[in-house]
């Protein structure tokens, strides 16, 4: 699979993903810790949760206690800052809050910090309680960098039904939750594939051609090559841009590894 970024040229970035497990490794942080790979980056993890998932769906999450998330974190601090954090499936409210604490006591607020949102699977089964979409938005959303959610997941974030054309203002709605930047990921609709990013400034619209193709996770491999770009010190413009790419190229990816082994 290509790579995007010259290692020889640019520094390899050490980048941590802060997400659930799942075993098959098309979501979470083993989707994380390979998107880092691929794109030559240093990565480590942090649990949120046990998931048994696949395809079809979600079958049982089981989140590990606060406790046990914190000395991970403390662990992996140790070992040294990262220069970026991408976090994933947080499932409940206690673990949105401590976590949110320990980035405030702990990690200083230029280390860019990608938050994917996620709510429920791709393929069906609900990630985070109902009861934690508040504790998300009031104190996570506001200490990220930028936060990818799918369409759905936007209007989620803002309790709207707004229709799929107002992508643009949806986008620019998101900042209002007091992140700085927001990407719409396209992955979730008809026609091109169209990545919002909403800054205070401007919106811009990444579009790229839709491939007859689906894959599980291609939102945490998304947001996971984000960090990896902004890690890197990129500009988020294009950090988002050549995400999308990536996201697009492991998707032909394991198109073609599939036929050649029929």
Known sequence: MKTFWNPEIVRRPLCWSIAGFDGGGGAGVLADLDTFSRLKASGRAALTAVTAQGPSGVRHLEPVATGNLLHQLDCLLEQGIPQAVKIGMLARAELVEALAGWLQRNLPSDIPRVLDPVLQASAGGRLLEKSALDTLRRRLIPLVSVITPTLTEARALLGVKTPPQD????????????????????????????DVLAQEDRVRVFSGPRLP???????????????????????????????????RAYLLGQYYSRTRSQ
């Open 167 to 194: 992508r643009t203002r949806l986008a620019r709605q998101l900042l209002d939750l007091g992140c700085p930047a927001a990407v719409i990921t396209g992955g979730d609709g008809r026609g091109p594939v169209q």
């Open 213 to 247: 193709l689906s894959a599980h996770g291609t939102g945490c491999r998304f947001s996971s090559a984000l960090a990896v770009g902004l890690g890197r010190g990129f500009p988020l413009s294009l950090a988002v841009r050549r995400a999308g790419a990536f996201v």
